[in-house]
């Protein structure tokens, strides 16, 4: 259940709110429609209620507001315009990282593909999914976590009939299952064939709250439906008659050889076609604001929901039996087989179901009779029939899992594991930088006056660092550049999360990534150097050991840098620039503050901390803590560690900032 209290947006300068002061509930079970033209604040209304937007007024989910729910996506999907994913990211690739982000089993991604009809496009990239099948896609990451409310922004916009028709029987069974589903949308028809519930907004104010019976009997424009081959004439008899008698009727000619009279009855029309001889093929009293809806054939008959269904799904289409069957496995109460949910929350026969069939697709209830008899239901019963849903086969949903409520380090990284293997950015960008860097230093090697150290790291001194360490730190930019730009992880709160253990997992694969690359790097140096030169350029140094603490800690640090930078100002480029401004700004200011015989060494560390913590270190370990001292002490090592120490207290006070507000 949703209860939306009091929702009002800030305004903007003289403008006034786009929503104020809107208050409604969706109720566990039923699906309930936000309707309203541009502008009238559905979008804001969802916004707020998410709280990916600043205002006033609280939403309450199941009793408890969103941000205190410890795992928001396990109570609530949310479908905003398209998947934000990486366009080169597989569809099961997508939902399996979102299954590592969520905490439920890897197994539950192809579940939910099978349910929306994608396994056959599971391989498939995000950028080249069409319309509709990004669509299901997003159905698809909604479902994942098991939530029991559906939070959907227009959900059927650009989608075909077929597609409209499947999306609408997904949400029906999942409110018949006993969740909550509330879905926006600009088309009044679509709203009374598919909601229990309506909620109208006009310009930012809520101005209805209704049942869809009553909204189809008192906001939805009531029509006369003429199926005959003498349309032409009809129309223009109608005209004629309604002009002698002085009343306001409208002819609207349809396609083929329908026509919808507006201003009329069943009972006037089928009188006139009868005196003037005109065949009359099919007369209905429809209740619709325009023309046969979109789920119309030319002859105005309504496709069958079963044919739908198997196009859509070709041969494995689920039938009622099964549906009925899936309704029942987990929400509570749901309907019997054969049975459906009406807005009150009763349930309706089967056999009610089929007249329901029959029934045009305008959200409106359609009553055939032969030409001239003058049968005119009550506008009482039409209004209550225009409620009525369609007969959808409900697809079978994903079976209920269950995820342990305790925290665990490991998702996290196994979130950060497989978003970076998901895509080949990453091994595009460590083969240049191997072919990069092999190639400088052949032609620093050829050129020659270039120190031994830095030739097998292929670092000339015009450049402000290793083609390796750039190389890591913009590997560690988009680490979480990439989140800001395709926030698969925002579509519930709307910000990439500055979680601790989402940072400390990206740093641990960034170190990772950056300790390959450097150890390739050299040995990559160190082969092509013998296999050109010989093995007078490929010897390895004697003080190998601090050259090498020295070499992983510049990569693993520029990575660092990458990652803290990328995430404090959401930007790939302003983590890669952060990295370079190190060699180029820092070290220059570490360097004049090091200047003056003043400054004392670190000569004589492992002697003195010996004696400080009186004991012996084994196997020398004093040698080591020597070697981190003075690669610390260096120009670049001491302008890095600053660099890296400001980025991480800049990200962890706006990490804390986020929190309190």
């Not at 539950?108 to 593909?113: K, T």
């Not at 319309?131 to 994942?144: E, N």
């Not at 099919?282 to 105005?300: F, I, R, S």
Request: proline fraction near 7%; glycine fraction near 10%.
């Amino acid at each position: 259940m949703i209860q939306a209290i009091g929702l009002t947006s800030n305004p903007r300068k003289e403008f006034p709110p786009a929503l104020d002061d809107v208050s409604f509930e969706a109720q566990a079970g039923c699906v309930t429609a936000l309707l309203g033209g541009a502008g009238a604040g559905k979008t804001t209304a969802l916004r707020l209620m998410l709280e990916l937007q600043q205002g006033r007024g609280v939403t309450f989910f199941r009793g408890r507001p969103l941000h205190r729910m410890a795992h928001p996506s396990r109570e609530v999907g949310v479908l905003l315009g398209d998947v934000p994913g990486h366009p080169a990211r597989s569809v099961r690739g997508h939902l399996r990282m979102l299954c590592a982000a969520a905490g439920v089993p890897a197994r539950r991604a192809d579940e939910v593909l099978e349910v929306v009809g994608l396994v056959s496009l599971r391989d498939e990239r995000l950028g080249t999914l069409s319309r509709g099948m990004d669509r299901r896609l997003g159905l698809a990451c909604s479902l994942l976590a098991d939530p029991h409310t559906l939070v959907l922004d227009d959900p059927a916009e650009g989608l075909t009939t077929r597609e409209r028709r499947w999306l609408h029987g997904a949400l029906r069974a999942h409110a018949a299952q006993g969740g909550t589903v509330l879905l926006t949308t600009a088309d009044a028809k679509e709203a009374a064939r598919t909601a229990d519930r309506v909620v109208t907004l006009e310009r930012g104010r809520l101005v209805a709250d209704q049942d869809a019976a009553e909204f189809a009997r008192t906001r939805l424009r009531p029509r006369v439906a003429v199926r005959t081959p003498h349309a032409s004439r009809l129309a223009t008899l109608l005209g004629k008659q309604a002009r002698t008698a002085h009343r306001s009727v409208e002819v609207v000619r349809e396609s083929g050889n329908r026509l919808s009279v507006y201003g009329s009855s069943c009972a006037d029309v089928g009188e006139i076609a009868f005196r003037n001889g005109i065949l009359v093929h099919q007369l209905a009293d429809e209740v619709g604001d325009m023309g046969p809806g979109p789920d119309m054939d030319p002859d105005g008959i309504e496709p069958r929901a079963d044919e739908e269904s198997r196009s859509a799904y070709g041969d494995a289409a689920p039938t009622k039996a099964d549906a009925g069957a899936g309704s029942r496995r987990r929400r509570g109460a749901a309907p019997k087989r054969g049975e459906r949910r009406t807005p009150a929350g009763d349930l309706a026969s089967g056999s009610e179901m089929s007249q329901v069939s029959d029934e045009g697709q305008d959200g409106v209830a359609a009553h055939e009779t032969s030409h001239g008899t003058g049968d005119e239901p009550s506008a009482r019963d039409a209004g209550s029939r225009a409620s009525d849903q369609p007969a959808y086969d409900l697809p079978d949903l994903p079976p209920p899992i269950s995820v342990r409520p305790a925290p665990s380090p490991l998702r996290p990284l196994r979130y950060e594991l497989r978003r970076a293997l998901g895509v080949g950015t990453g091994f595009v960008t460590a083969g240049v930088v191997l072919v990069v860097s092999a190639l400088t230093a052949v032609v620093l090697a050829r050129i020659g006056h270039t120190p031994h150290a830095r030739l097998l790291v292929a670092w000339p001194r015009e450049l402000p660092l290793p083609p390796a360490a750039l190389g890591a730190g913009l590997l560690g930019a988009i680490a979480f550049g990439d989140e800001f730009r395709h926030p698969a992880l925002a579509a519930d709160r709307g910000t990439v999360p500055r979680r601790l253990g989402l940072l400390a997992a990206k740093l641990l694969v960034a170190s990772a990534t950056a300790l390959v690359l450097a150890v390739l790097t050299v040995g990559c140096n160190i082969e092509v150097l013998y296999l050109v030169y010989g093995r007078e350029l490929a010897e390895v140094p004697a003080d190998w050991l601090s050259l090498s603490a020295s070499w992983i800690g510049l990569v693993v640090g520029c990575a660092w840098a990458g990652v803290l930078a990328a995430g404090l100002f959401r930007s790939t480029t302003a983590g890669l620039a952060a990295v370079v401004t190190v060699p180029i700004v820092v070290v220059p200011l570490v360097q004049k503050v090091l200047e003056g015989p003043s400054v004392r060494t670190a000569a004589g560390f492992p002697l003195r901390l010996r004696e400080v913590l009186l004991s012996q270190w084994p196997f020398g370990g004093e040698r080591y803590l020597a070697a981190v001292a003075r690669v610390v002490g260096q120009p670049v090592g001491g302008a890095m560690t600053l660099s890296l120490a400001a980025l991480l207290c800049a990200y962890l006070f706006t990490t804390l900032r986020s929190r309190v507000r």
